[in-house]
């Protein structure tokens, strides 16, 4: 018999390619209605033969998309609308806003392939991105999760990338920050008076290698604010950071392109490489084995905090040198909040660097990179940050003044999911 349910799905389950999962999902059921982001998540309209509606329901909380987290599904029986076929329906905002925004993560292995392959035309563009991973957080400036909602409302999308936004069997349906080298965000290469030196991926890239090995200190806009980064191994280059950050002990915090290179001169235990390689990509906090950086990186600690790549053009920076080891410290002064918008950047940071790398996209919330230690292979957070943020952990409503307490004493993001 044929039944029409009104499905209601919390969680995070915006930005995470769920509309065009629920889309696939009722076409395979020859399930009739449609899908909707609200502010409270996502709406279902579902008309189909009962069977049919069971198999469609059971496949949402089974198979749901890599990075989406279901909460609650919520059912309601109603009236037959005899519609004709399934569609994605414009957003909708309503009066609760109870929906989360997922977090940042690693650039996946797919986009990764076409960013090194010289036939794609994503090739080395440094904003490659798909329903499965990139930025979220950082971008997203309300709900419902829609490219009118995030940094990327300025760029209108190409043709091409147009195409695959509507094609519901493509990786790139419904990803609201696509883009590509025609209609997307770009890089920039400057001094730090301001002069641009360059807008070509290619020339940015060596340069800013060349520089690193000069002794240099670059300034690289990331994922949610600038990162400080000189050579490691470069005594100079390092003791120069210090001093100009104004930062005499506080270890830096290391990156490295590939996760041999970190088994060379530290340990790693199967954990803290499972945590090294996850898409949330923190730093890890390891324990010497050989000295192969600076003395400087971590004055008289025998510890030190190592991250993998996570953004494309950290990844093209790596791929130059397999052995290259980069402080990559979060820019800002000490004790001062990391830096994320660009005026402020050249004003703060601008006597610090000689270099800065930067582009035209905002970043609309700021995070730091997380910190995770292992004991006993057991992860603990030191700071619970980008890549994890605003991802809740659920907590029963009464202890939940607990977590805000802690948060208050800490002074970092630790658990609140943002409830807009
Ligand atoms: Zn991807
Ligand atoms: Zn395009």
């Known amino acids: 018999m044929k039944k029409h349910f009104h499905i209601k799905v919390n969680g995070i389950v915006q930005g995470v390619g769920f509309r065009p999962f629920i889309y696939r999902l009722a076409l395979e ?32 909380k089974k198979k749901s998309p890599p990075l989406a987290i279901v909460q609650e599904i919520k059912i309601e029986e109603r009236k037959i609308n005899h519609f004709k076929n399934f569609w994605i329906e414009k957003s909708k905002a309503t009066d609760k806003k109870t929906t989360f925004i997922p977090p940042d993560t690693n650039i996946c292995k797919d986009c990764l392939r076409e960013f090194f392959d010289p036939k794609n035309r994503r090739y080395h563009y440094p904003f490659i991105v798909c329903t499965y991973c990139g930025p979220r957080f950082s971008i997203v400036k309300d709900i419902p999760y829609d490219r009118d909602n995030t940094a990327m409302a300025e760029f209108s999308m190409c ?3 147009q195409k695959e936004y509507e094609d519901p069997l493509d990786r790139r349906f419904h990803t609201q920050p696509t883009a590509c080298p025609v209609c997307g965000p770009h890089l920039f290469l400057y001094k730090n008076d301001k002069t641009l030196i360059s807008e070509d991926i290619e020339e940015i890239v060596k340069k800013v290698y060349k520089y690193l090995k000069a002794g240099h200190i670059i300034a690289i806009k990331g994922v949610g604010g600038y990162h400080l980064a000189c050579d490691a191994t470069n005594e100079e280059a390092v003791l120069k950071l210090r001093e100009r950050k104004r930062r005499p002990f506080k270890p830096f915090a290391l990156m490295t392109g ?3 290179k970190i088994e060379e001169f530290l340990n790693v235990s199967p954990k803290e490489r499972e945590i090294l390689l996850s898409k949330e990509r923190p730093i890890v906090i390891l324990k010497e084995k050989k000295s192969q950086v ?15 790549p996570y953004t494309p053009f950290q990844y093209l920076l790596f791929s130059l040198d397999k052995d290259l080891i980069l ?41 730091d990179d997380s910190v995770i230690f292992v004991i006993n292979e057991k992860s603990f957070f030191i700071r619970r940050s980008k890549g994890f943020v605003p991802t809740p952990i659920l907590v029963k409503k009464n202890f939940q003044f607990i977590f805000l307490l802690l948060e208050e004493i800490l002074k970092t993001p630790l ?6």
């Open 29 to 60: 059921n020859n399930i009739k209605g449609y899908v909707l982001n609200d502010t409270e998540g996502v709406t279902i309209e579902a008309e189909g033969e009962e069977e049919a509606l069971e198999k469609f329901i059971k496949a949402i």
């Open 159 to 161: 043709p091409f990338c």
């Open 258 to 260: 590939f996760i041999e």
């Open 294 to 308: 600076s003395k400087y990186v971590a004055p008289d600690l025998t510890y030190i905090g190592i991250m993998l």
């Open 327 to 367: 402080v990559m410290t979060s820019g800002n002064l000490s004790d001062e909040p990391i830096c994320f918008r660009d005026e402020e950047a050249f004003e703060r940071l601008g006597h610090i660097a000689d270099y800065f790398v930067t582009y035209n996209r905002e970043i609309v919330a700021h995070s």
């Open 415 to 420: 658990l609140l999911p943002r409830i807009m």
